[in-house]
């Protein structure tokens, strides 16, 4: 009797030890849910600010169409001095305007694809998806000297597909944290105020040098004092990207990583 009662205590002190090592590790995954990283890799993400305590912030461009609206606002940029911007150029507006994105190329300004039609990608199979993003690149490599490897999806749409045939081709998916709304003409006032008052340390900011936005170029000069007088400084999207990199701290926008991550 007494062994029988020896193995059954065994056993329950097994099974005790078991438990408590299931319970503890149901807890350690619960507390790092946020940082998932610990057991798998991260899925594609877009990038739309960057992790960091300089006040930085980068300047953001997309044009798709016109011819009268960027001239005046590369115009005010080597007025101002500012020397690190980046451009999302859509190939077919490229293709049209080369004088232009020759002016962008030799002022030294970051040069990122805004994808070829412009339209949501999302919609569209895996096979066109990358036949929009290649068709863009070669464009823009043919016509900057250069091979870009950021991209903003054309209305800022995309999904998981898109991410990942992105990532699948070298390009990072650059979308923004501050919306200047610029596109609505709501006033040069509500432009300056939106951005200066939503810009943080490593921002990524949203501007449109296309004829449809007729109000920015008279906002941006003001929105470059307002945010020097801040203690911000002007880099190119690679600029922050690669500055937080080399300190080994991830860059993919947390909410869009936990969204991309449910099934």
Not at 12 to 30: D, G, N, P, Q, R
Not at 99 to 122: C, P, R
Not at 206 to 211: E, G, I, N, V
Request: include cysteine; charge should be neutral; aromatic fraction near 8%.
């Amino acid at each position: 009797m007494n062994y029988f009662l020896v193995v059954n205590g065994r056993r329950i002190k097994k099974i005790f030890f078991l438990t408590l090592a299931a319970i503890l590790s149901i807890a350690v995954i619960w507390v790092e849910k946020n940082n998932l990283s610990v057991f798998a890799p991260h899925p594609p993400a877009a990038v739309y600010s960057v992790p960091t305590e300089r006040k930085v912030v980068a300047l953001t461009f997309d044009i798709s169409w016109g011819e009268t609206r960027a001239e005046p606002i590369l115009e005010i940029l080597k007025n101002k001095n500012v020397q690190n911007v980046t451009f999302f150029l859509s190939s077919p507006w490229s293709k049209s305007h080369p004088d232009i994105v020759k002016k962008i190329t030799e002022a030294g300004y970051e040069i990122g694809s805004h994808g070829h039609k412009h339209d949501n990608y999302s919609q569209y199979s895996d096979e066109d998806i990358r036949k929009q993003i290649t068709t863009a690149h070669g464009i823009l490599t043919d016509m900057t000297g250069k091979s870009p490897n950021l991209i903003r999806m054309p209305n800022g749409d995309f999904d998981k597909r898109v991410l990942r045939i992105a990532e699948n081709l070298n390009y990072k998916v650059i979308q923004w944290d501050t919306d200047s709304l610029d596109w609505k003409n709501p006033g040069v006032d509500t432009i300056v105020q939106r951005v200066v008052g939503k810009a943080h340390p490593g921002d990524i900011i949203l501007l449109h040098a296309s004829d449809s936005c007729k109000q920015t170029h008279e906002a941006l000069p003001e929105i470059i004092d307002q945010l020097r007088a801040k203690g911000y400084e002007f880099v190119t999207v690679s600029q922050m990207i690669n500055q937080t990199e080399t300190k080994g701290q991830t860059v993919e926008d947390r909410s869009a990583w936990n969204e991309l991550a449910l099934p």
